[in-house]
Nanobody, 114 residues
Framework: QVHLVESGGGLVQAGGSLRLSCAASGTIFSINPMGWYRQAPGKQREFVATITSGGSTTYADSVKGRFTISRDNAKNTVYLQMNSLKPEDTAVYYC????????WGQGTQVTVSS
């Protein structure tokens, strides 16, 4: 059984920063890739960023240059550094890990005030 536990969400003013973490635990041989998605109220869940075990990254256009994804393979942990946050970044952020089937975290709320 695999569990993903997210942390680091909260309330921040526009222009501020937050760092999200997601740790995977359980019977894990490899995770590829790991990533972040988000869902704003009344909208569908959307892709934010993903990173392979080799460190290759992909970002949504809306976060390029502001968000940075990274991972610690030894700790089965993925991070999302979010800078220059905007009110439109407000959403519940979900961690996803393909092990190889997709597993999701419970979500962490990020609220950016204007």
């Amino acid at each position: 059984q695999v569990h993903l536990v997210e942390s680091g969400g909260g309330l921040v003013q526009a222009g501020g920063s937050l760092r999200l973490s997601c740790a995977a635990s359980g019977t894990i041989f490899s995770i590829n890739p790991m990533g972040w998605y988000r869902q704003a109220p009344g909208k569908q869940r959307e892709f934010v960023a993903t990173i392979t075990s080799g460190g290759s990254t992909t970002y949504a256009d809306s976060v390029k240059g502001r968000f940075t994804i990274s991972r610690d393979n030894a700790k089965n942990t993925v991070y999302l550094q979010m800078n220059s946050l905007k009110p439109e970044d407000t959403a519940v952020y979900y961690c996803r890990a393909d092990i190889p089937s997709p597993y999701w975290g419970q979500g962490t709320q990020v609220t950016v005030s204007s």
